[in-house]
């Protein structure tokens, strides 16, 4: 079945860098876009960074534009979040999920998104 883990999560302080990964099995991984979303106490979970399944255009939340990259490894199933110039209000869960279907060319809504891992804290302390 579809399975996505994430890891790499942790502390750090503002200013600081952290690189988010997510192991992906169970599906063809170069057939789907897949991305970054994140959810802080008491907000929605809301759409990070997300790129498409050909690996040649990727998308950014305005905030986070500058700072993270996001990017993927066809060949090991791996997708990749580095955080650069990490902020307060960057501190969130962020899970990586996959589209419900492959090839779509739009990535940015999360109703899009049907698989999701467990998530993993981030906590930037300024």
């Known amino acids: 079945q579809v399975q996505l883990v994430e890891s790499g999560g942790g502390s750090a302080q503002a200013g600081g860098s952290l690189r988010l990964s997510c192991a992906a099995s169970?599906?063809?991984?170069?057939?789907?876009?897949v991305g970054w979303f994140r959810q802080s106490p008491g907000k929605e979970r809301e759409f990070v960074a997300a790129i498409d399944w050909s690996n040649k255009r990727t998308s950014y939340r305005d905030p986070v534009k500058g700072r993270f990259t996001i990017s993927r490894d066809n060949d090991k199933s791996m997708l990749y979040l580095q955080m650069t110039s990490l902020k307060s209000e960057d501190t969130a869960v962020y899970f990586c999920?996959?589209?419900?279907?492959?090839?779509?060319?739009?990535?940015?809504?999360?109703?899009?998104?049907?698989?999701w891992g467990q998530g993993t804290q981030v906590t930037v302390s300024s």
């Open positions: 169970g599906f063809l991984f170069t057939n789907y876009a």
């Open positions: 999920a996959r589209q419900k279907y492959p090839f779509l060319d739009d990535y940015e809504r999360i109703s899009d998104y049907t698989y």
